[in-house]
C-alpha cells in the first residue's frame, strides 16, 4: 500500500506538454498579392522559446476572415525551408487585405494537436 502511494505522488509531479505549449508565429505579417506568395511561419515552444522541427502540419486553411468574407479562401500548398522549425508555404493572395492562415499539426511526444491561427496582409 505504501509503494501504491509512493508510485502514485511520483506520477503526480510528472508533467506533460499541453498543445497550450506552442505558438505558430509569422515570420513577416506582410505577404504579396499575387500568385505563389511564400508564407513563412514558425513553430515555437512558448517554454523555452525554442523553434520545433520536423512538425507535421497536415490542416492548413488560408481565407479572409478579417476582411468579413471567411468563404473566400485559396489554396496552401507547401514548400521547403531550409531553417528546421520554419515551414514554407505558398498560396495565392487574389485580392490585397486580410488574410486568416489557420495551421494545425502533430509534434513529436505531443499527444494533442497544435492548433494556431495568424493575421496577415497582402499588399500589391
Do not use: C
Not at 26 to 39: A, M, N, R, Y
Not at 76 to 104: I, N
Not at 106 to 116: L, M, S
Amino acid at each position: 500500500m505504501l509503494l501504491a502511494g509512493i508510485l502514485v505522488a511520483g506520477f503526480a509531479t510528472v508533467s506533460f506538454a499541453a498543445s497550450q505549449d506552442y505558438e505558430f508565429q509569422p515570420v513577416s505579417t506582410d505577404v504579396k498579392q499575387g500568385q505563389g506568395s511564400l508564407v513563412l511561419v514558425r513553430l515555437v515552444d512558448k517554454r523555452t522559446g525554442k523553434l520545433v522541427p520536423d512538425a507535421v502540419i497536415f490542416t492548413t486553411r488560408m481565407d479572409m476572415a478579417p476582411e468579413g468574407m471567411e468563404m473566400m479562401t485559396t489554396p496552401v500548398s507547401a514548400a521547403s525551408s531550409t531553417e528546421p522549425g520554419v515551414y514554407a508555404f505558398k498560396t495565392d493572395f487574389a485580392m490585397a487585405g486580410g488574410w486568416r492562415f489557420k495551421l494545425a499539426a502533430k509534434v513529436q511526444g505531443e499527444p494533442d494537436t497544435v492548433q494556431g491561427e495568424l493575421v496577415l496582409k497582402a499588399a500589391p
